[in-house]
């Protein structure tokens, strides 16, 4: 005798949990609703998310403003264009190694080495240019290596035998940073030239005003055309794909955001080439991440790793190349630093750097828990850190209490990212 599997609940089926069906939303893919509703189901998809606490970037965005208009009351400088412009050149060193933490956090883990490895690759740069007299540009690429090979080592060691990543990259705080100042030997310091190619990294600016306007432009066309060509694969395909009315207008808010921020830039020096770089960077990241086979293996790593495995990714290889992403990342943002400063020395990659680094990652909105964020996080939660240090140094108010401060609004950001897990699993979302 058969057994039918396929058939439904008897009617007079219960629902044990009552309070937590009735709290549970329902997802809705926001495209139908602008769709079906106009404009208006913005106003619906947005009080659903709120119900499931999926707030996004919303508190980062907030926040920074609240930041910015608490300084700019305290001191009329804040806001002026060499200001922001010093700020965006300052939060690149500290946003790049960021980026890289995005991805190790992506997987639920943590990298505590990243300080340390920035540091390495700053002064193998300067040993290798100054002492060695190696060209510039191949120091440039070995340093860079420098950390590749390093977060690949410590990947190896957690994913291979299995020691938590934790204990790993502390172990790889401490050797990185004794091996940073046994290669900067006694003096513990070397200059950089100021004309060579690590100090034009946070030194040139684009003058002209059309690199700044063009930027602008090239980031709006290229978002539009992205946004576009992506509905129409998704019409294509049968899916549900956003309006062409509400593609323009998320395009026209972004060129008016673009337009302003290169009228800041042009008011002062001109475009300066380390913001350039660093949007680079976050467009190709964030294309990575959301666009292709490997990001998509990276985020169900941070959902499950027994069910990747199952699915067929291989676990090893992928968290052994997201901590040489990491590593990567760390020697790039220690070259900014090195820049910045235009020397190596045995300070580097100490300090509050890692937890800077780190905090940004989670400021701006990647959870630690796995699973959710992207590299874009990494620019509004450094733009958060070195907002508040400038305001602070512009109030004359000491380094304790700029720590203090920074605490307290990742304390606050970790709850948030806490509430919001616990406010998605009520609802159903996580």
Do not use: C
């Amino acid at each position: 005798m058969s057994i039918d599997k396929t058939s439904t609940p008897p009617e007079d089926h219960v629902v044990e949990n009552t309070e937590a069906a009735a709290q549970a939303v329902t997802a809705v893919d926001p495209r139908l609703l602008v769709r079906e509703q106009g404009f208006a189901g913005y106003l619906t998809e947005f009080k659903r998310k709120m119900k499931a606490g999926d707030l996004g970037a919303i508190p980062v965005v907030i926040g920074l403003a609240i930041i910015w208009i608490i300084f700019q009351s305290l001191n009329s400088n804040f806001l002026t264009a060499g200001n922001l412009s010093d700020i965006s050149v300052a939060m690149v060193g500290t946003g790049m190694i960021a980026v890289g933490i995005v991805f190790v956090l992506l997987l639920g883990e943590i990298d505590l080495s990243v300080g340390s490895v920035s540091g390495v690759a700053g002064a193998a740069y300067a040993v290798l240019t100054v002492t060695h007299g190696m060209s510039a540009w191949l120091a440039f690429v070995l340093a860079i290596l420098t950390g590749t090979v390093a977060g690949a080592l410590h990947g190896f060691v957690f994913a291979k035998i299995g020691v938590p990543a934790f204990a790993v990259t502390l172990a790889g705080l401490l050797f990185w940073n004794g091996f940073m100042l046994q290669i900067l030997g006694d003096s513990g310091t070397i200059n950089l030239d100021g004309e060579g190619l690590v100090a034009k990294l946070t030194s040139y600016y684009f003058s002209d005003v059309a690199a700044a306007y063009g930027l602008a432009v090239a980031v709006t066309v290229l978002y539009f055309l992205s946004s576009y060509f992506g509905n129409r694969r998704r019409e294509a395909a049968g899916v549900p794909s956003r309006p062409l009315s509400e593609t323009v207008l998320r395009t026209a808010l972004l060129a008016v955001l673009a337009f302003a921020v290169a009228a800041v830039y042009n008011q002062y020096k001109g475009l300066p080439l380390a913001v350039v770089i660093f949007i680079g960077i976050l467009l190709v990241t964030d294309f990575v991440l959301r666009r292709t086979a490997y990001g998509r293996k990276i985020f169900a790593l941070g959902g499950s790793v027994e069910a990747s495995r199952r699915a067929g990714i291989n676990v090893a290889m992928v968290r052994i190349s997201v901590f040489a992403i990491s590593g990567t990342f760390a020697a790039i943002g220690g070259l900014f630093i090195a820049s910045k400063i235009a020397s190596a020395n045995q300070g580097a990659g100490g300090g509050d750097l890692l937890m800077n680094a780190i905090a940004a990652a989670v400021i701006g909105g990647t959870s630690l828990f796995g699973g959710r964020g992207r590299t874009w996080n990494a620019l509004l939660g450094v733009l958060v850190i070195v907002s508040i240090q400038y305001g602070l140094a512009l109030e004359g108010i000491a380094s304790p209490v700029q720590y203090m401060i920074t605490g307290g609004v990742l304390l606050a950001t970790v709850v948030i990212d806490a509430v919001t897990r616990k406010t998605q699993k009520t609802a159903g979302r996580a």
